[in-house]
């Protein structure tokens, strides 16, 4: 059994930073793909961003269009952990943050469907002020 936690949210003023972190237990983290997805009060969970496994030294990282050039995905598996950099915040990126888990992952192929993942976190709030 594969566990998530998060942790790194908080409330920070627009144009701000924060760094997010998934800590991975139970499983063969080098072997999953990750992702980031959000759900904003009222609205439904909505991809973010993803990383794929990799047999050597080359991820894949793929960008929800809303925060493409702003948020950057990245993973340590020596440490067990995927983060999410999130720059340039934008009150509208207010929502809590899952992480998430994928066990099989095909790596030429795009995961951002909430339904594509196998394990999830319990989510960590992002709020972002004008």
């Known amino acids: 059994q594969v566990q998530l936690v998060e942790s790194g949210g908080g409330a920070v003023q627009a144009g701000g930073s924060l760094r997010l972190s998934c800590a991975a237990s139970g499983g063969t983290f080098s072997s999953y793909g990750m992702g980031w997805f959000r759900q904003a009060p009222g609205k439904e969970r909505e991809f973010v961003a993803a990383?794929?496994?990799?047999?050597?030294?080359?991820?894949?990282?793929d960008y929800a269009d809303s925060v493409k050039g702003r948020f950057t995905i990245s993973r340590d598996n020596a440490k067990n952990t995927v983060y999410l950099q999130m720059n340039s915040l934008k009150p509208e990126d207010t929502a809590v943050y899952y992480c998430a888990a994928k066990t099989r992952w095909d790596r030429s192929i795009r995961y951002r469907s909430a339904n594509d993942y196998d394990y999830w976190g319990q989510g960590t709030l992002v709020t972002v002020s004008s």
């Open positions: 990383i794929s496994w990799s047999p050597g030294s080359v991820y894949y990282a």
